[in-house]
């Protein structure tokens, strides 16, 4: 007797129609209705009678900033230990692939803090600050460092937000992970769940919980500007214009980077990695997501650069997990930033910090959606920054990201073209596919 089976296609779920328009839209939407609501409110000098909902307006800003600060940790955590589960970093091409990647980061860092220390975008407006701005003086104490890097308990940097013990953490039991994985792969035959699925279940959970955060973005944009513009009218906004030309800056000047060390560490032509790459670059601006390139990259690597299969996997691939540059240098610039407009100053010792928990916090961190604005309320908090003023750079996070994210993409690429070294693969090394 036979069986007859359904022939019924299988339900495909439609999103509801908000979920179908792109972020940037909404945002752009969000925007222009907050300009008009705030300047109906009085544009900088709005009656007393409306305080109290001017003040309500802003409350969306601050439920998505607490709960990115409530998701930094456990994100950056189990992103870290995720990256080292299921990548493959092979031995004297991967220490030079790490050296690589910490050079980029860190050279990024530090041309972000000089743009804005010679800019200062942060004095070109004003913003109204509470009595509570003051930042503690801190002296960079290189033992001290040393001695915190290792935590009292091992679930107190969840608590207390310290980037450099959560990534002692990370990186200590990921490591040891990675020599449990053969051992667990083998029992996962035998009935046993292996740790990498377990931790990649996590991973994937709260990435799940970061995307309904950033779904209200929109929603804090909105109240944050209509705030902002209600209250003080469009003065604080100048300042965003001059932050924004400064990231710009910065970004161009760590793109020249690239190419310099692209021209005297490889046998590519800088114009020929520029064209090369072009694809891959729209595709990280258009995205805004380098995971979501890096597939294009990696073919753009072989066939339009000619690099070898390897050195192009590598970089786009392996160093694509790793390497945050374009993010790491807009952190640093932000906290400089609102340091700067906020009236309060940051010293030397204070921006070495912010440059060495930059890097912590771009480890692991480069293909988590929105990456800057979750790994910044960390790199704040290590100074004493008041975090409550992320939410202005909200308002132009959504056209910076996609910069950035390009910055990212170009970076796995230079990874990549100095991995290949300064002789060409030849013709007997070329794959041709037809």
């Known amino acids: 007797m036979s069986q007859t089976q359904s022939t019924n296609p299988p339900e495909t779920k439609v999103r509801p129609w908000w979920q179908r328009i792109p972020l940037t839209l909404q945002i752009l939407i969000a925007l222009v209705a907050a300009v008009s609501l705030g300047i109906a409110l009085g ?68 041309i972000g803090l000089l743009v804005a220390n010679v800019l200062r975008p942060g004095t070109w407006g004003s913003v109204a600050t509470s009595k509570t701005t003051d930042i503690a003086a ?4 290189p033992w001290g460092l040393l001695r915190d890097a290792v935590p009292e308990a091992v679930l ?28 667990q792969i083998a029992q996962a035959k035998n009935g046993y769940q292996s740790i990498e699925n377990v931790i990649g279940i996590l991973f994937e959970t709260v990435i799940g919980v970061l995307n309904w955060v950033i779904a209200l973005v929109p929603f804090a944009v909105f109240g944050i500007v209509a705030k902002t513009v209600a209250k003080e009218g469009f003065a604080p906004f100048q300042s965003l214009a001059g932050f924004i030309v400064a990231v710009l800056v910065a970004l161009v000047l760590q793109a020249c980077y690239y190419l310099t060390r692209v021209k005297l ?4 032509h800088p114009l020929k990695f520029l064209s090369g790459g072009s694809d891959a670059f729209l595709t990280a601006f258009s995205t805004s997501s380098s995971a979501a390139a890096m597939p294009i990259t990696f073919e753009a690597l072989q066939t339009k650069i000619g690099l070898r299969e390897s050195s192009a996997a590598l970089g786009a691939l392996v160093g694509a997990n790793f ?53 910044m309320t960390l790199v704040f908090t ?53």
């Not at 560490?265 to 590519?268: A, K, P, R």
């Open 382 to 434: 290590s100074v004493g920054l008041p975090t409550q003023y992320i939410a202005l750079l909200v308002t132009v996070d959504w056209f910076l990201d996609r910069c950035r994210t390009a910055i990212n993409v170009m970076g796995d690429m230079t990874v990549s073209a100095l991995l290949d070294g300064k002789k060409p693969r030849s013709v007997d090394e070329a794959e041709f596919t037809i």
């Open 138 to 141: 801190q002296s960079l104490d």
């Open 156 to 183: 107190k940097p969840l608590v207390d937000n310290n980037v450099i013990q959560l990534i002692v953490i990370a990186l200590s039991f990921g490591i040891v992970l990675r020599g449990l994985k053969s051992e």
């Open 43 to 110: 544009a900088g000098n709005p009656n007393p009678t409306n305080a109290t909902l001017i003040n309500n307006l802003a409350i969306p800003a601050e439920l998505v900033l607490k709960a990115l600060r409530a998701l930094a940790t456990p994100l950056i955590l189990v992103a870290v230990l995720h990256t080292l589960m299921t990548t493959n970093i092979p031995g004297t091409a991967g220490r030079r692939l790490v050296g690589l990647l910490l050079t980029n980061t860190t050279v990024a860092i530090f």
């Open 265 to 268: 560490g490889s046998w590519v």
């Open 323 to 375: 390497n945050n540059d374009g993010t790491a240098l807009y952190e640093a610039m932000s906290a400089l930033y609102i340091s700067q407009l906020i009236g309060q100053h940051l010293s030397l010792g204070q921006q070495l910090i912010v440059v060495l928990t930059s890097i912590f916090a771009s480890v692991g961190a480069a293909n988590i959606p929105n990456a800057g604005l979750v790994t």
